[in-house]
């Protein structure tokens, strides 16, 4: 890790060679997720080619799709922010910043980040209205203090470009850096001079060296996967399944080749059915491999393994089970299921490691992207003390359970209506209060309708009855 901003000072290699072993992970995992295990595996792209020089045949993308899934259960369904003070205006205000900045959206980016590499980045500044944005782990390289590593104290956002792409450099290498740190951005550029840090051309890149933000904390918001007391980084979901995704592959593009093979079987015959072709070339026209056989000759035989493809796909079944057992997904969450598919508390039961492992991943997205919040009012000059996060599972909801079990509930006294209809509906304070008026109008409306039928059906001596009931039933001890 880097432990001082010297370490990227003129002179100096670039990246640090601290840090090629994360980026050297990341690339891995990058090649994961977008399904180019060739680029990984090269050992088992040889074991594969055999004398026929073919690739590797069938590659499943399970990376991918965990880390969609992980960012889906976190983000699908869009989490639901309370700002307090909870007035009209700063409701109007954080929404519309949500909003403007596509906030949510990058927040699935980061999740997908957290997800394959460990690590996702946030990155706030100030453009009139409060801006946010995903940045890829690759470019960030924190500096951390010597005596405690997960105490990190700046930034740095750094990436090469190529100088005649953006600047009149011709075609050298440009290091552009940000380093962040509490209170302050500095702008850096440097010449890159064969892997390290040349001189400095800030001026020449950047129209100012530093911004003072005017707020006490770096504006970079890592989130972690989990990880442990010895590292600043977060550990990827990929590197612990690796072995089973290289074996699970190698099985499948081995028993496609055996399957390939025998479904275009070889021929033999006389040698009267070749036919010449427009090379003078006597060839086949059934377009399998043909062996002329004069009378008497053997027939060619492959030598063949006599046990069945069960072996092979018993083991890839096995694989499969600890591959959902040790990434903490269960098959119901990618459409497997035995029987009809279940809901309610049915389904949590099958769901006990992943709805785990999505809290555990709220529990670092919670106080990061409350924070970063509070700091992005701060920076627009806003009123806000407090943010909240009612964070969804992402899992689907029974109503009718829901509804029922609400009902009793209130029915017992154990929660108010309040408290019922926000939990059901999901309801901010302003919107809530408008249903509450709404329900005990029609309540009232229902009263009023109840009276006047009893009014003219039984007389007055009925509503003095009825008036003497309470609405939860009781008498009024008053009349």
């Known amino acids: 890790m880097i432990t001082s901003l010297d ?3 003129q002179g100096q290699s670039f990246p640090p060679f601290s840090e090629m072993p994360r980026l050297d992970r990341y690339r891995v995992n990058k090649q994961l997720f977008d399904n180019k295990p060739q680029a990984v595996w090269v050992d088992l792209v040889r074991r594969l080619e055999g004398d026929q020089g073919a690739s590797l045949l069938l590659a499943l993308n399970y990376p991918q799709r965990i880390s969609k899934l992980w960012a889906d259960m976190l983000f699908g369904e869009t989490p639901r922010i309370t700002v307090y003070p909870e007035t009209p205006e700063n409701n109007t205000d954080i929404a519309q910043m949500l909003l403007a900045s596509d906030f949510w959206n990058v927040s699935y980016q980061v999740a997908l980040d957290v ?5 996702g980045i946030y990155k706030l500044w100030l453009d009139g209205t409060p801006k946010f944005q995903a940045i890829p782990p690759h470019m960030w390289f924190p500096v951390v203090n010597p005596n405690d590593i997960n105490s990190v104290y700046a930034h740095i956002i750094a990436w090469i470009s190529k100088g005649g792409e953006l600047y009149s450099y011709g075609s050298d290498e440009v290091l552009l850096m940000e380093i962040h740190t509490a209170g302050k951005i500095e702008y850096r550029a440097h010449k890159m001079q064969g892997g390290f840090i040349g001189e400095d051309i800030t001026e020449l890149v950047f129209d100012k060296r530093e911004e003072e933000t005017g707020v006490d904390i770096p504006l970079i918001f890592p989130v972690h996967n989990i ?5 600043p980084i977060g550990q990827d979901d990929y590197e612990a399944i690796e072995p089973i995704l290289y074996e699970l592959d190698q099985r499948l593009s081995q028993i496609s080749r055996i399957l390939n093979k025998h479904s275009d079987p070889h021929m033999a015959g006389p040698e009267t059915a070749l036919e010449q072709d427009e ?6 026209r059934g377009g399998a491999k043909y062996f002329p056989l004069e009378p008497g000759d053997p027939i060619p035989q492959y030598i063949t393994w006599d ?3 069960r072996a092979a796909f018993d083991e890839i079944q096995f694989l499969v089970e600890q591959l959902f057992v040790i990434s903490e997904v269960s098959p119901v969450l990618f459409g497997i299921t035995q029987g009809s598919l279940r809901t309610g508390a049915g389904l949590r039961k099958e769901l006990i490691a992943p709805i785990s492992k999505s809290n555990r991943l709220r529990m670092r997205f919670d106080p990061v992207i409350r924070n970063m919040l509070l700091t992005a009012g701060t920076l627009w000059k806003k009123d806000w ?6 964070w969804q599972e992402g899992l689907p909801v029974n109503d009718l ?3 029922q079990i609400y009902t009793m509930l209130y029915n017992a006294g154990l929660v108010s209506q309040e408290t019922a209809v926000k939990k059901l509906f999901a309801l901010d304070s302003q919107t809530l209060n408008e249903e509450l008026s709404r329900i005990n109008e029609n309540a009232t409306v229902k009263n009023e309708k109840t009276k006047t039928l009893v009014d003219n059906k039984y007389g007055v001596a009925a509503e003095s009855s009825l ?4 609405g939860d039933g009781t008498l009024n001890k008053e009349l």
């Open 401 to 403: 359970e829901q509804a």
């Open 279 to 284: 090379m003078g070339r006597y060839v086949f």
């Open 7 to 9: 370490s990227i000072r």
């Open 115 to 119: 997800s394959r590499y460990g690590t």
């Open 467 to 470: 008036n003497a009931i309470q």
């Open 307 to 309: 046990g069945q493809l």
């Open 385 to 390: 003390k407090e943010i909240n996060i009612s």
């Open 227 to 231: 990880n442990a007391s010895d590292t």
